[in-house]
């Protein structure tokens, strides 16, 4: 029932119109965050809990398949069908083949329902002519209590075994009622994850629309901030040869103060080492004078004296200067022409250039206001023509026209599922009945079991048994009779049952299982002579389509959205409103549209330039270093004085003591101190000046070289700026565009992915053939009516034996009319 409710209501949901279309690239600069689509909460539980009773339902399953172990017939029911079950002989011969379990046992069934009446009805006549037992005469035997016992044993035992049977057919019925009466909630429950379905829908798809704020409001944000972004991409490509540029300018600039004052060390040291070497040349003759005057003493023509003597007055000429500073040319002029260079600040236009490179992103934004506004008023086209394409889809008129089809379909269960009901009392009735009729039977055999026992009397003869034992033998008889009286009619209920609920576990609920049924209906031209594919016809009326029940009953058990699973991409293909193109045209063309001049930008002036040149015309390369390294790499004295004053103490020593040792030790003293004052200060001016030297030296080399290098690296930025700048900016222009367009394409994908997966999450439609197929029509009704058959069958059989073993028993509780009677000589024979 709930089967035949639910494909309707698929084929309602799913039509539509179709259309195709193409989708376009995208890449991905960035990620957005876009959230997560609304999904509906189901409440349907699918899973089966049969309780103890799975037990039962396990064996008759078992039972079943020993009975049919044939693999499922899928060509022979495709070829049934196709035919419109129209057999030939070779038909004929696989559904036996196949059947051959199920007819065996059902003509032995028929057999029963047949002969047991039968022979019921002649072994009733056959007693009334007093035989078959119908005389009431006992045969004595020796092993009468044996046998009395062991018919007694056996029909209990039979009996108990029928009472399992008859629990087990009544516990199934009684399954089976309780299960009807769960069906309604459950099949609300599907209504109700339905309506969930077709409640939520709309809200995804309003949610995917509304979602379109995200990168639109990204986009207007990037907008905004076109100076950073835009003007700082192309401050960063140009930067790549401008700020080098710029940078080998600041470092000129530098190098000519440095130059500045490298200039000035030199003129100083000159100066200071000049008078330096003037003063001490004065205190090195007045120092040899005094000692020569001291050395022609009279003390020196003593003959310990005389040699000590003459060895110092011969070294009295090494007491003179060894450099010749005032030889040195002077740098008067370079000094000049640095300073006239100096005069204008080329630090202070090298900055200004700075500034104005720096400024690049304003003047982008600047004079992209306009354009932007242009860009702005597209996107506010593009979010319109974006929420008119996915509000135009026919969604809504198809959900209004299935939500009344749902409820009319609700409105048509909750009128008849009444009549469900009724008709299950009266199967339930039918069932209790059987039940009943077998419990009516098992209690004339356990009452005549009771009574036989409890009354019969080994010392009493057949003829005068007691009333209890006779009554049980009359209730073993009753049991007897109403066996033939209605066995076959219980037998006739447990073969339709059979039939019909092995067949359906077989043919219907194990292909299920195993989907192997819905590849029965796949199969080509079956339900349809004229449809290849049956379910793309019946749909979208186009049976070309390989689209098949099991692929759409797995993706929706999957829980996958209807556009997949119905592949609706085939028919209306959501890409045809997704292509980026058709909504970023006017865009790109805005973009394109975008001008902008750097030219104001001046790195650096004419003023600046010519500067450089002043610097490289400042004579400083044309300076004598030669002859400076020449000098300051001499010593200030031809001797060390320190030395000589060491050595003229040594000697000194050698004389006699007295005043020319003295004399001799105080010129000594005399020739370190001028060391000291003036030998030490001039060593250390002339390290300053060597240094200077040096500087100048490394400056001036190939300065006119460095200065035009200089010069040429600042043309070739400034005349990128000016005339090849449009190029990196169209380049940066493509990339900022791309970045913004990429924002929508992420939108546009996203939606994508929602709609071909989560929007309409079918799982719904899954559930509802799991509760006609599965849970209803096999966990609930075929279940409970094989575990019915298989306890009333079970039961039904044991009649047999238990009406032939009461029939025999009945002789030994029953109270005989006569009974043989033997004397003493007899006996002994």
């Known amino acids: 029932m709930a089967l035949v409710l639910c494909l309707p209501l698929l084929l309602a949901l799913l039509r539509g119109p179709v259309s195709e279309a193409q989708a376009g690239p995208r890449t991905t600069p960035g990620t957005l965050d876009l959230g997560y689509l609304p999904a509906g909460n189901y409440e349907t539980n699918i899973q089966v809990d049969s309780g103890p009773i799975e037990i039962l339902f396990r064996v008759v399953r078992a039972f079943l398949f020993v009975v049919q172990p044939n693999p499922f017939p899928e060509d022979l029911i495709t070829k049934t069908v196709q035919r419109k079950f129209e057999y030939i002989k070779s038909d004929y011969q696989k559904v036996v083949h196949y059947e051959l379990g199920f007819l065996i046992l059902a003509v032995l069934g028929l057999l029963f329902v047949v002969l047991l009446p039968l022979v019921g009805l002649c072994f009733c006549m056959c007693r009334c002519c007093n035989n078959c037992g119908g005389e009431m005469h006992q045969r004595q035997k020796k092993n009468g209590d044996c046998r009395r016992r062991g018919f007694a044993a056996s029909l209990l035992v039979i009996s108990l075994i029928m009472s399992i049977g008859v629990f087990c057919a009544f516990a199934a019925n009684h399954h089976l009622t309780m299960q009807i009466k769960g069906v309604q909630p459950l099949i609300k429950s599907n209504f109700k994850d339905l309506r969930t379905?077709?409640?939520?829908?709309?809200?995804?798809?309003?949610?995917?629309?509304?979602?379109?704020?995200?990168?639109?409001?990204?986009?207007l944000l990037d907008l905004d901030n076109i100076g950073p972004l835009l003007g700082g991409r192309v401050q960063d490509q140009l930067g790549k040869q401008v700020l080098p540029a710029l940078d080998a300018v600041l470092t000129m600039a530098g190098a000519i103060q440095e130059t500045r004052e490298s200039l000035e060390n030199v003129n100083a040291s000159i100066e200071i080492l000049q008078e330096g070497t003037h003063r001490l040349s004065a205190n090195l003759t007045r120092a040899r004078e005094n000692l020569n005057n001291t050395l022609n003493d009279d003390a020196c023509s003593e003959a310990r004296a005389a040699s000590t003597c003459s060895v110092i007055r011969n070294s009295l000429n090494q007491l003179s200067i060894n450099a010749n500073f005032s030889r040195l040319p002077p740098v008067t002029s370079q000094l000049a022409k640095v300073n006239d260079v100096l005069r204008i600040d080329l630090a202070h236009l090298v900055q200004k250039g700075y500034a104005a490179f720096n400024n690049t992103p304003k003047l982008v934004k600047n004079q992209t206001e306009n354009i932007i506004a242009d860009i702005k008023s597209t996107l506010d086209s593009i979010g319109t023509n974006i929420t008119d394409a996915i509000k135009a889809l026919p969604i809504q008129k198809m959900i209004n026209d299935f939500k009344l089809y749902l409820t009319q379909t609700e409105t048509y269960v909750d009128t008849y599922f009444p009549l469900v009901k009724q008709y299950d009392f009266y199967r339930w009735l039918c069932g209790i009945i059987a039940c009943c009729l077998l419990i009516l039977i098992l209690v004339f055999y356990f009452l005549g079991l009771l009574c036989g026992a409890c009354g019969f009397n080994k010392h009493k003869t057949p003829t005068t048994r007691g009333c209890v034992s006779n009554t049980g033998g009359n209730f073993l008889m009753a049991g007897v009779g109403f066996s033939f009286l209605f066995s076959w009619a219980l037998m006739s209920l447990v073969v339709s049952t059979f039939v019909l609920g092995g067949n359906v576990e077989k043919l219907v609920c194990e292909p299920f299982k195993d989907r192997t049924i819905f590849q029965v209906l796949d199969t080509p031209y079956l339900l349809n002579a004229q449809w290849k594919n049956y379910l793309p016809g019946v749909l979208f009326k186009n049976a070309d389509v390989n689209l098949t029940f099991k692929q759409v009953y797995s993706d929706c058990k999957e829980n996958k959205g209807i556009y997949t699973s119905l592949q609706l991409d085939k028919f209306y293909n959501i890409s045809k409103f997704l292509a980026i193109n058709q909504y970023t045209e006017d865009l790109t063309f805005t973009f394109d549209s975008i001008k902008i001049n750097l030219s104001t930008i001046v790195l650096l002036d004419e003023v600046g330039k010519q500067n450089l040149l002043?610097?490289?015309?400042?004579?400083?390369?044309?300076?004598?270093?030669a002859a400076y390294l020449t000098e300051v790499n001499k010593s200030i004295t031809k001797v060390d004085l320190l030395s000589f004053a060491n050595e003229l103490e040594a000697r000194a020593e050698q004389l006699p003591k007295g005043a020319l040792e003295n004399a001799l030790k105080g010129h000594a003293s005399n020739i370190r101190m001028i060391h000291h004052q003036h030998?030490?200060?001039?060593?250390?001016?002339?390290?300053?000046?060597?240094?200077?030297?040096?500087l100048l030296q490394k400056t001036s080399s190939e300065l006119m070289v460095k200065v035009s290098q200089v010069l040429a690296t600042v043309e070739s930025a400034q005349l990128l700026i000016n005339n090849n700048a449009s190029f990196i900016i169209i380049e940066e222009t493509k990339k900022f565009m791309g970045m913004i367009i990429d924002y929508f394409e992420q939108y546009f994908q996203w939606v994508k992915d929602s709609i071909t997966m989560d929007v309409a999450a079918c799982k719904p439609l899954a559930n509802i053939i799991d509760t006609a197929v599965e849970m209803f029509l096999c966990s609930y009704i075929t279940n409970s009516m094989n575990a019915f058959w298989f306890g009333l069958g079970g039961a039904t059989i044991f009649l047999v034996p238990a009406l032939i073993l009461a029939?025999?028993?009945?002789?030994?509780y029953r109270r005989m009319d006569?009974?043989?009677?033997?004397d003493d000589a007899m006996e002994q024979w």
Not at 614 to 625: K, L, M, R, T, V
Not at 679 to 694: A, F, G, Y
Not at 807 to 812: D, I, M, P, Q, W
Request: avoid cysteine; charged fraction near 20%; hydrophobic fraction near 35%.
């Open 679 to 694: 030998v030490i200060p001039l060593e250390q001016e002339m390290s300053t000046l060597n240094q200077s030297i040096r």
């Open 807 to 812: 029939v025999k028993l009945s002789k030994h």
């Open 818 to 822: 006569s009974e043989d009677v033997y």
């Open 614 to 625: 002043n610097f490289s015309f400042s004579g400083i390369d044309g300076i004598d270093f």
């Open 197 to 219: 379905l077709l409640t939520h829908t709309p809200e995804q798809i309003d949610y995917l629309v509304n979602q379109f704020n995200i990168p639109k409001n990204q986009a």
